[in-house]
């Protein structure tokens, strides 16, 4: 009889264990004590009504209030609930990809933990996965934030990434979207980078669609941002931009401006050698020398910086095993375990 039972016992653990999720949550969070109880309850409530299986994974980025406390007695409770904690404050991103990293559902949604997005927008995300996309970016579209320092700079971002990017969205900004995991573990995230998962995505070939989610005003704990973000997600934005268009050819942005440049030093040369031979004007009083020379030298360094470019970028995927495509499915084809694990 004993026997049975612990049989029993052990095969709902294995099964628990080995059996993945449909779903899983993400919460970076930081200093957020007066916030997570009533966000694991309006989780609960949403999560409760759609049905299939799903974890929540708290990653605790460094807070130095009781976050970390509260989120284990919540994780004792219910194990769905999983918590990392970082030793110290790595910032969102990395909070958000620690999460993406642990999670084992096919479709992951990360959320802030302030209350300001709604967990009763979930269900909504995943009826547009449903329908096929591969992102569903949630729009504020009553955004609740202070308008000069945050919803302005906002608008001008986004129509700003939108253009650069051409992947028109109105708000990159927004922590609540849907993912399938596929795409999501393909893509590496830096800086303040996660606002850009979107772009990388469709640019990956992922179909990516937005819809209206609530936003509510933060009622606990402080905002962790100013507008000195702006800046920083300007800056990210030349890097999104050079590794999606010329991350695999860096040669070719270098060297383009390189050629261009010998052009102009050429140009500039001729037009001394003109001066010099009709005008009888001496090479040294003539500026056309010194911006042949100008020009000549950054030309040069602009190919050499191509290569060295073209070497950095190689060590990258080499280094990583990473290949210059990505596998979306196969017939019949047994898929490389490399492409596998993504
Ligand atoms: N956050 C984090 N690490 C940080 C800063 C923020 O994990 O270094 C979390 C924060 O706790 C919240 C989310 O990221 O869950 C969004 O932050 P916040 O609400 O301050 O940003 P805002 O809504 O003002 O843009
Ligand atoms: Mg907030």
Request: proline share 3%.
């Amino acid at each position: 009889m004993k026997h049975s039972h612990s049989l029993a016992v052990m095969e709902e653990e294995m099964q628990a264990k080995t059996k993945r999720p449909y779903l899983s949550i993400v919460i970076p969070l930081y200093n957020e004590e007066e916030n997570i109880e009533t966000l694991q309850k309006k989780l609960d409530e949403s999560l409760g009504r759609i049905g299939s299986g799903y974890e929540i994974i708290y990653v605790d980025d460094g807070s130095k209030d009781r976050s970390f406390i509260i989120l284990s007695r919540i994780a004792k409770e219910d194990k769905r609930v999983k918590v990392i904690k970082f030793r110290k404050n790595y910032g969102q991103t990395a909070a958000m990809s620690a999460g993406f990293d642990a999670a084992q559902g096919d479709v992951i949604i990360p959320l802030d933990a302030d209350l300001q997005n709604d967990p009763a927008d979930i269900p909504k995300l995943l009826e547009k996965i449903d329908e096929g996309y591969d992102v569903v970016s949630g729009w504020r579209k009553n955004r609740q934030d202070k308008f000069w320092s945050r919803q302005l700079p906002s608008v001008m971002a986004n129509r700003l990434i939108s253009s650069i990017t051409g992947v028109r969205l109105h708000d990159y900004g927004c922590s609540l979207k849907a993912y399938r995991a596929e795409i999501i573990k393909n893509v590496k995230l830096y800086g303040e980078m996660h606002r850009f998962i979107p772009a990388f995505s469709a640019l990956e070939g992922g179909l990516v669609t937005e819809i209206a989610v609530n936003h509510h005003p933060r009622l606990a704990g402080k905002s962790k941002y100013g507008l000195s973000r702006t800046f920083k997600v300007f800056l990210d934005l030349i890097v999104v931009k050079f590794f999606t268009d010329y991350a695999k050819k860096p040669i070719h942005l270098f060297g383009s401006l390189g050629l261009l440049t010998f052009f102009f030093g050429f140009l500039s040369a001729a037009i001394a050698v003109h001066q010099k031979i009709f005008n009888n004007e001496s090479f040294t009083s003539s500026s056309f020398l010194v911006l042949a020379v100008v020009f000549s030298l950054f030309a040069l360094q602009s190919v050499l910086l191509g290569l060295l470019g073209e070497v950095a970028i190689r060590t990258h995927h080499e280094s990583q095993g990473k290949k210059i495509y990505t596998v979306a499915k196969t017939v019949n084809i047994e898929v490389l375990s490399q492409d596998k694990e993504y």
